[in-house]
């Protein structure tokens, strides 16, 4: 199984963006958009260090009842938000995956 990958890409809004796939493929946390490239891998950086404090982790709940969790930086940014979860429990697992995922995930390049 491949390893867990951070995918840097442009939207048609011309911002950056990063997103971090599991080994499966599967989008698990998507950035907000930068206006450059290295807004983004820095962006990155930090994520690498928040995900080591716990309370860097937001959970809230969308408007049709499922869960989600936000990465936060020190100062109460969102770094990144989680894919939708149908149960609390599904959320805790989704921060646990990230929190083991993004120390091995590498950076790699996306066209868009």
Do not use: W
């Amino acid at each position: 199984m491949e390893n867990s990958k951070f995918q840097i890409l442009r939207g048609e809004n011309k911002q950056y963006y990063f997103r971090l796939r599991t080994g499966r493929g599967d989008i698990i946390l998507q950035s907000e958009g930068y206006n450059v490239r290295a807004g983004a891998e820095k962006g990155i950086d930090i994520v690498r260090i928040s995900v080591c404090h716990n309370d860097r982790f937001r959970r809230k709940m969308s408007a049709d009842g499922k869960y989600y969790f936000e990465i936060l930086t020190i100062d109460g940014d969102i770094l990144g938000t989680s894919k939708l979860y149908e149960s609390l429990q599904g959320c805790d697992n989704g921060i646990f995956a990230v929190k083991d995922l993004v120390p091995k995930a590498v950076i790699e390049n996306s066209g868009m």
